[in-house]
């Protein structure tokens, strides 16, 4: 496996919430959640440091949104996002990087190698 596996998109009513899931690959470094819209482009949302465990929040979702590791296999990554409105509504990518860069992580396209193929998440009001 070299690509990042998304699950767990779908439907949710404004104020609910949803987990994403990402199965990354052994020797991942960073593992970072993006969302994009047909009219946004790819957004960063939330990230982690697979071997430091920091994280990373874009503004837009920081209080709403928990990225977290697997206990049992630490590169798989959860997303928990929370208080959902309409405008969380988009495409989720999984991303990761094997490549090492000090233990940081960001939320920049350029900082990732490998993407996922993507997940739908759709918010109603």
């Known amino acids: 496996q070299v690509r990042p596996v998304e699950s767990g998109g779908g439907s949710a009513q404004t104020g609910g919430s949803l987990t994403l899931s990402c199965a990354a690959s052994t020797g991942a470094y960073c593992v970072a959640w993006f969302r994009e819209t047909p009219i946004n482009r790819r957004e960063g949302v939330a990230a982690?440091?697979?071997?430091?465990?920091?994280?990373?929040y874009a503004d837009s979702v920081r209080g709403r949104v928990i990225i977290s590791r697997g206990a049992d296999k630490e590169t798989d990554v959860y997303l928990h996002m929370t208080t959902l409105n309409p405008e969380d509504t988009a495409v989720y990518y999984c991303?990761?990087?094997?490549?090492?860069?000090?233990?940081?992580?960001?939320?920049?396209?350029?900082?990732?190698?490998?993407w996922g193929r993507g997940t739908q998440v759709t918010v109603s009001s």
């Open positions: 991303a990761q990087t094997r490549l090492w860069r000090g233990g940081r992580c960001a939320l920049t396209t350029n900082w990732y190698d490998e």
């Open positions: 982690i440091s697979i071997d430091k465990g920091g994280k990373y």
